[in-house]
DNA sequence: ATAGTTATACCAACTGGTAGGTATAATAGT
DNA sequence: ACTATTATACCTACCAGTTGGTATAACTAT
């Protein structure tokens, strides 16, 4: 037996299966035949891991936002300066946007777009999600505002906000054109705004 | 009878249902028996006018995008001023943008997510609604650069879907938020960053 | 005009297949 | 032997789509 630390490897099959053939297919559309047959894994192993495909749902959705988590922390590097700390958030995430891994859509955006008239919880898990998001992008501008456009009266919150919905829609973009380059171009004229917001002051 | 040129009110009964229901719960999610239920007709009505569940969602899209066109080309309003134009177009949108009606999502976006993987029409149709789209607003913005800025090295195109991208966003984050004001926000975000575009040059 | 004919609009009941989920047996690790 | 896991067979509900039919409006020939 493993312990409960260690996940086992079948749940994360599971997990990895359905991650990938909802983005591409959405909640709805994906059944647990298709995961299980993804994952090589039989329906009695998928319902002894999970109680309902809502709750693999629910469970899919909280492992991405807690990847999403760890990489928006990483994503300013190692800079002190808030402003700059800023500008390495943007410029990360446009290397990332670019990388085919990272550029099969947003499990948030997607959930929130199907489940959330239906399911509370889902609903809930992707309102916290993005609030997540934009507190953790928002902190940082916040700081750089404090220490070089006190004056100005963006509203940081606001801000990142912003970013969130670029992201968000530029990756629908991205989907139907098949075109792995536009969420850079967006963020890029973002970054181009909030530089423009920080020079004016 | 009716003539072939007014459209039958059953047909419509069921566009409107079905994109009611669609645009809250996906297309996947919303059964025929639901559009029926809710248009008050009965599903051998449903198969009389539509000869499949993709069909009518070919049709909802389509017409989705003729309304969303006919608004598009009234939201410069009476303007001359080529730059006037394009502001017009951005405040009219934010107007727009609170009303309640058109608060309910974004067709396009939606199915973007839902079936670009599985449907190439359905994809094809998103495709042209967001190239279209994108078209009108650029060319507006294409003929104010020509006017106020032509030296500026923004693309007038790149700018269009940059509209698209934060609005399609920001109706993502208004239907997880229940916040009817969070596209205006956006889109007074984006008309600054416009206006700085113009302003610099 | 009107009877006969046809096309359109609509309806209730049904069908085949598939979805999520369960019951239970088999296997393997300790 | 005992428990966690995996496999198989199955159940029920519900889905898209069909069938076979009725009602009514429109056209046509006389």
Known sequence: MRTALEPSPTKEKLLDAAQRLMLAKGFVATTVDDICEAAEVTKGSFFHYFESKDQLGREVLKRFCASGEKIHRALCGSETDPLKRVYAYIDNTIKMSKDPSMSKGCLLGLFSQELC????????????????????????????????????????????????????????????????????????????????????A
């Open 117 to 200: 008239d239906t399911n509370p919880q889902i609903r809930a898990a992707c309102k916290k999600g993005f609030d997540d998001w934009a507190k953790g992008f928002g902190q940082e501008v916040a700081k750089a505002k404090a220490a070089y456009a006190s004056r100005a009266q963006f509203n940081p919150q606001e801000l990142a906000e912003h970013l969130i919905a670029v992201m968000e829609g530029s990756m629908i973009l991205g989907k139907v054109r098949h075109d792995r380059l536009i969420v850079g171009k967006n963020l890029t004229h973002f970054k181009a705004y909030v530089k423009s917001l920080f020079e004016r």
